[in-house]
């Protein structure tokens, strides 16, 4: 079975250009999980979406979107990048919208670097 | 606001030896607890996780943790590391209020010598 794929892998951007990163989740799940993981630092919970509707959201500015698709895919936007966008952005993918008795999966990620 | 604290940033260890990993959590109320890992090259994976009941948890390749409610700590544990246990480890604490907004730590690099 396939995991969590994003795409790209990896991508070069100038600061002030706007950004789509892109979550295929594992089949049959329908939460999708976004973290910006700083070098150096722990993944940080940007947003989570279960049935299409956003169902949390951390504490990143209103330039972060995201959406899920009627498949469960789901794209994370950045508008008007900073230096400091520059990070490993990951999805994971779950079963159900909580955590008990529910497994969180990750994919590879998405290195992002704002120049 | 929720946060997460790991006591080292970088441990070096030889094969055999016991591993202790301490985490250290700040939020007054139910929490999920997890302890992820990443190996070289690898996803981030779920190594164990605590929601209720017994706080001795364990985990997958001998791995334990022990949550201790009174120290908000839930440190990670193995008997003998092996080489192949070289990795980054975080912890992380979900408020039990719905959703997967997980906070984690910063991450420990464990370094197995052979």
């Known amino acids: 079975d396939a995991g969590v794929t994003q795409s790209p892998t990896h991508l070069i951007k100038t600061r002030g250009q706007q950004v789509t990163l892109r979550c295929s989740p594992i089949?049959?799940?329908?939460?999708v999980s976004w973290y910006q993981q700083v070098l150096g630092q722990g993944p940080q919970f940007i947003f989570q979406y279960y049935e299409k509707e956003e169902r949390g959201r951390g504490n990143f500015p209103d330039r972060f979107s995201a959406r899920q698709f009627p498949n469960y895919s789901s794209e994370l936007n950045v508008n008007a990048l900073l230096l400091g966008d520059s990070a490993l952005y990951l999805c994971?993918?779950?079963?159900?919208?909580?955590?008990?008795?529910?497994?969180?999966?990750f994919g590879p990620g998405t290195r992002l670097t704002v120049l | 606001a929720q946060s997460v604290s790991q006591h080292n940033h970088h441990v070096i260890l030889s094969e055999a030896a016991s591993l202790e990993l301490g985490c250290n959590y700040s939020y007054g109320g139910t929490v999920n607890l997890f302890w992820y890992v990443q190996y070289p090259g690898q996803h981030l994976q779920l190594l164990l996780k605590?929601?209720?009941?017994?706080?001795l948890v364990k985990g997958i390749k001998g791995f334990e943790a022990e949550f201790i409610k009174s120290k908000f700590s839930f440190n990670l544990r193995k008997p003998s590391v092996q080489w192949s246990d070289t990795a980054e480890y975080f912890c992380?604490?979900?408020?039990?209020?719905?959703?997967?907004?997980?906070?984690f730590g910063a991450g420990t690099r464990l370094f197995v010598k052979a």
């Open positions: 089949s049959g799940h329908k939460s």
């Open positions: 994971a993918s779950s079963l159900r919208l909580a955590p008990s008795y529910n497994e969180q999966f």
């Open positions: 605590y929601f209720s009941g017994d706080p």
């Open positions: 992380a604490v979900n408020a039990n209020t719905g959703g997967f907004k997980t906070i």
